[in-house]
């Protein structure tokens, strides 16, 4: 078992538990957050969003690796979590967009053959450094572009989606896992981003499929919109045909909002 140097992981610890503080937890009233440590230093965090729904719930790790991957950025050298790894983590952790990590301690992996480790440096930008789209057009046109970064070796199906918020533009796109039941989608990555970085106000999302010109958010997407955002203008790409609109309470009428579910107290 590689050792993380104990000054890398106090930081890295530290900003763990940082963004454990932002994540989603009214059912479980647990905090959790993830951060990975890139080449250069750049710290991707992600946090716990739990859904009224339960299994929805997207794990701190998988939407770190999800922000991580709709920047571009598959450099991923280590990872720390705010608390001790489960079973479900290490499963997640040996077949990441980035590769196969091993264990480094209890709260931590790192990317096997990986050199010395960078000093952490700041945050990474969840931003799109691009201009607001003018129209839905032109948003989605961005969200095409974003497709392109889709991790999707299993369906070879690119999704992409710009959410724009009031602080800037997130793109999100799919990223697959050998075990099918820790995939995300596009919209869920660019959501689960938004919480991480505690952006609320949540104003619109333009999605494109590219290889399917009907394309809409799957159902587990539209319970998490519901959740997060009901009244969200999502554009839809139809490829030459103009947009489709709609928002995630119109698609997903009469939603479990979770709103009866009885919350542990703290
Ligand atoms: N997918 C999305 O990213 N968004 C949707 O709303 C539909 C499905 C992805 C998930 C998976 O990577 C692939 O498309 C096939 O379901």
């Known amino acids: 078992m590689k050792n993380i140097p104990s000054s890398v992981l106090e930081v890295l610890r530290r900003q763990a538990r940082q963004a454990a503080a932002r994540s ?74 980035a590769g196969t ?28 450094d691009v201009e607001r789209p003018d129209d839905p057009g032109a948003g989605l046109r961005l969200a095409r572009e974003v497709a392109r970064r889709a991790h ?5 199906f690119p999704v992409g989606c710009v959410l724009e918020t009031a602080e800037g533009l997130v793109p999100g796109v799919n990223v697959e896992h050998e075990d099918w039941a820790r995939i995300l989608c596009a919209e869920r990555n660019a959501l689960g981003t938004a919480v991480t970085y505690g952006l609320t106000k ?13 394309g809409t ?19 839809m790409d139809r490829g030459a045909a103009p947009p489709a609109s709609s928002r995630p309470e119109a698609l997903l009428p009469g ?5 009866a579910l009885r919350k542990p107290a703290l």
């Open 217 to 235: 958010p799957c159902g587990a997407c539209r319970q998490l919109l519901t959740e997060q955002a009901p009244a969200l203008v999502l554009w």
């Open 24 to 97: 989603h937890v009214p059912y479980s009233n647990r905090p959790a957050g993830a951060v990975l440590l890139l080449e250069d230093g750049r710290l991707v965090p992600g946090v716990r969003v739990e859904s009224a729904s339960f299994s929805l719930t997207i794990p701190a790790l998988l939407n770190a690796f999800t922000t991580a991957v709709a920047a571009r950025r598959h450099d991923v050298v280590a990872a720390v979590l705010s608390h001790a790894s489960d079973a479900g983590e290490a499963a997640f952790m040996t077949a990441t967009p």
């Open 202 to 214: 949540l104003h619109t999302l333009y999605l494109s499929c590219l290889r399917d010109p009907d």
């Open 152 to 156: 999707v070796p299993a369906s070879n």
């Open 255 to 259: 939603f479990f909002s979770g709103g």
């Open 101 to 128: 990590f091993t264990p480094a301690g209890p709260d931590a992996f790192v990317r096997p053959g990986t050199g010395p480790l960078p000093a952490p440096a700041g945050l990474l930008s969840p931003f799109l």
